[in-house]
């Protein structure tokens, strides 16, 4: 198999069934840039195309997984909105990305993730945290608001009051405090970090792939329905995928039967 492609924002790899997303801006706490963007861009379409690739985890080098876009771009973009209107279309476009991917996407957070940085993470399946991370909108505390997505993915995983606190206020959680109410899968001393994502990021990868993405399709759908129309759904999905991909089914039943594991194509 060919080498990943080179990035200049990030650093992308590929070990197995689990491809890794890496910020490389330390320096500028991993602040998302046009060129970040770019390269999430390929990445995604890279990780989608690679039949291969079960799971993505995305984190950033240094003290931040994102601190949000970037100054620079934040400047032109107050002084030229229709500019502006561009890079959060981008931005949107990339969250939306994230959710939509064939696999399961892990945010990695061992250190500071605000604003637009927040925003990236919540487009994922789930967030990892070291204990002493920190995470929070901050929007308003900047004289901003929301506008990559927060109101809308914040209150489905933390519940509406808890949002707007968080968001009202601006304040930053730790990691620990972040588990507590449910906006992080859990949180896990810094160095244990690496080696509980890919614990959990290995309990992904030993599944089919179509049966991840058809599964990540029916949870993405039922939110926000009523639980009919969530079931029928779920149903249809489970057809499809039967049709789609009739030999893993069968596979698992086999495997299990004969007490092996089961050898997913």
């Known amino acids: 198999m060919a080498d990943p492609p ?9 070990a197995g069934q689990v491809a890794s997303a890496t ?33 993505l985890v995305l984190g950033g080098e240094g003290d931040a997984f994102s601190s949000g876009l970037d100054d620079d771009l934040l400047e032109r ?13 981008r931005l949107a476009a990339t969250c939306f ?8 996407v892990i945010a990695k957070v061992g250190g500071l993730a605000v604003g637009a940085g927040l925003e990236l993470a919540l487009a994922c399946d789930v967030i990892v945290a070291a204990t002493d991370a920190r995470l929070g909108d901050g ?21 509406i009051q808890r949002a707007r606190e968080l968001i009202y206020s601006g304040r930053t959680l730790s990691g620990e405090e ?11 001393p810094a160095p244990e970090l690496d080696a509980v994502t890919q614990a959990l990021a290995a309990s992904f990868a030993d599944k089919p792939r179509i049966a991840l993405a058809t599964a990540k399709r029916q949870i993405n759908r039922a939110v926000g329905v009523d639980t009919p129309t969530g079931v029928e759904q779920e149903r249809r999905e489970l057809i499809r995928y039967l049709r789609e991909a009739p030999g893993e089914a069968k596979e698992g039943l086999r495997a299990r039967r004969e007490g092996r594991s089961a050898a997913w194509s």
């Open 139 to 159: 929007h308003l505390s900047a004289g901003t608001v929301p506008g990559g997505g927060a109101s809308a993915r914040l209150p489905r995983r933390v519940g």
């Open 23 to 55: 910020f490389a801006r330390p320096d500028q706490r991993n602040s998302l840039s046009e060129e970040a963007l770019d390269d999430i861009g390929d990445v995604l379409r890279s990780v989608q195309a690679n039949g291969t690739i079960r799971v």
């Open 6 to 14: 080179s990035h200049r924002a990030l650093n992308f790899t590929i």
């Open 178 to 188: 972040a588990a507590s109410i449910g906006l992080v899968l859990c949180a896990v």
């Open 97 to 104: 990305s994230l959710e939509s991917l064939d696999v399961p």
């Open 77 to 89: 973009g107050y002084a030229d909105p229709e500019y502006f209107e561009h890079v959060l279309t």
